[in-house]
């Protein structure tokens, strides 16, 4: 039984995308695991301290850190099904990962950060706020101004490469990796998972090939996603 | 024999990262090719006319113009070996490709829009400053305004998600496909093609990741980079 420390607001609302590669990834290796909903403020205790982030995951006597290092954590310990297949989808799931971390999470968090920071336990609020707006150097407030409308469509431009990729999926080839999904699916819901739980109104248009996908990838494992806290059925 | 038009500056330079993809793809087949210098001026009158843009192939009576129509012509036609290797690349490919256009090369242009304006064929010069002006909505100088280090700066961080994919190839794996190159070493070469070919000085500081897998790209195919007019032994 693996332990997977995830980060949860109010209500217990696993919103973190970090957390859900991790959670994806494990899934995907067909792991018995348990959950432990954390705070921001627990991680600083967890397993005797000194992490500096979830997801953390323990598996028997090793503790990992970080969602990439997790994952080759168990591609190296529980190679089949791999999470990659093939070098050339580990070297898109790396390209990918920094692609979504630099371009695409900032453009969303912009649309939703006011409405993720009212769905956190009051506890974590502060911190929320205070580490944010310091990594920003600015308010919370500043950094969701203008028309959500125009946040919107920033965030949607920003996805264009993943729209672009997912442009060519179909039933015969429903997802990035292929016949199955692989970890650069995995990554990509993740992100989407994070507006999913907070964001009280859809991102995506209806008509966006994106979209279509994601429902394919909140059916996988029984519905996994699909059953975790959510404001909109969307993103 | 495939006949390849290819865009060419002065002095028969060849510079059009839309070209090299195709130019790779071909060499990848193994394909024997024929090349045409082409000016932009000269597009218009290509084939019989109607193609917007270079490369255009013909193979037989088949003409193809645009990089990804080639590739997936050319894999379909000349399966062995193949440019992706696993549907999962072929998505990588795709995202890549439209991560490069909208992110990476729009940061490059800033860097040396005047170096390449002043290397066309002196018929390009005014197609070129018209159609990149009304396509900017700016001058070419105002679009490589500022200190060129700050340019070069943006550029290099619009490279990150590429260098970050790049950090783990060794040896072992020194290829973004693995232990050979895909397409999407072909799509991130050629865009780097462009500034090695104009501009007169570095892009890439000499410790960066990129530039030592650059220098394996350039070895492919005994050396058919290498030998390219370059402007830099870089990018």
Same mark, same amino acid.
């Given at each position: 039984?693996?332990?997977?420390?995830?980060?949860?607001?109010?209500?217990?609302?696993?919103?973190?995308?970090?957390c859900?590669?991790?959670?994806?990834?494990?899934?995907h290796?067909?792991?018995?695991?348990?959950?432990?909903?954390t705070?921001?403020?627990?991680?600083?205790?967890?397993?005797?301290?000194?992490?500096?982030?979830?997801?953390?995951?323990?598996?028997?006597?090793?503790?990992?850190?970080? /969602?990439?290092?997790?994952?080759?954590?168990?591609?190296?310990?529980?190679?089949?099904?791999?999470?990659?297949?093939?070098?050339?989808?580990?070297a898109?799931?790396?390209?990918?990962q /920094?692609?979504?971390v630099?371009?695409v999470?900032?453009?969303?968090?912009?649309?939703?950060?006011?409405?993720?920071?009212?769905?956190?336990?009051?506890a974590d609020?502060?911190?929320?706020?205070?580490?944010r707006?310091?990594?920003?150097?600015?308010?919370?407030?500043?950094?969701?101004?203008?028309?959500?409308?125009?946040?919107?469509?920033?965030?949607?431009?920003?996805?264009?490469?993943l729209?672009?990729?997912?442009?060519?999926? /179909?039933?015969?080839?429903?997802?990035?990796g292929?016949?199955r999904?692989?970890?650069?699916?995995?990554?990509?819901?993740?992100?989407?998972?994070?507006?999913?739980?907070?964001?009280?109104g859809?991102?995506? /248009?209806?008509?966006?090939?994106?979209?279509r996908?994601?429902?394919?990838?909140?059916?996988?494992?029984?519905?996994?996603?699909?059953?975790?806290?959510k404001?909109?059925?969307?993103?």
């Amino acid at each position: 039984m693996i332990l997977l420390y995830d980060l949860a607001g109010a209500g217990d609302r696993r919103f973190s995308s970090n957390c859900w590669r991790t959670r994806f990834a494990l899934a995907h290796k067909g792991l018995a695991i348990e959950t432990r909903a954390t705070r921001f403020i627990d991680i600083p205790a967890l397993e005797g301290g000194g992490y500096p982030t979830v997801p953390i995951i323990r598996d028997g006597d090793d503790v990992i850190v970080d /969602s990439w290092r997790i994952a080759t954590f168990l591609e190296a310990r529980y190679p089949a099904p791999s999470l990659f297949d093939h070098p050339g989808v580990e070297a898109f799931a790396r390209q990918l990962q /920094s692609w979504l971390v630099t371009a695409v999470s900032p453009a969303l968090l912009k649309v939703f950060v006011l409405d993720l920071h009212a769905r956190l336990d009051p506890a974590d609020q502060t911190y929320f706020r205070q580490s944010r707006e310091r990594r920003f150097e600015m308010t919370l407030e500043q950094l969701a101004d203008g028309p959500r409308e125009t946040r919107i469509a920033a965030a949607r431009t920003a996805l264009g490469p993943l729209r672009e990729a997912l442009a060519d999926t /179909s039933a015969q080839r429903p997802f990035l990796g292929g016949v199955r999904p692989l970890y650069p699916d995995y990554l990509a819901a993740a992100a989407l998972m994070w507006p999913r739980a907070v964001s009280p109104g859809p991102l995506l /248009s209806v008509d966006d090939p994106i979209l279509r996908w994601f429902e394919r990838m909140l059916d996988l494992f029984d519905g996994l996603a699909r059953r975790a806290h959510k404001e909109w059925d969307g993103p």
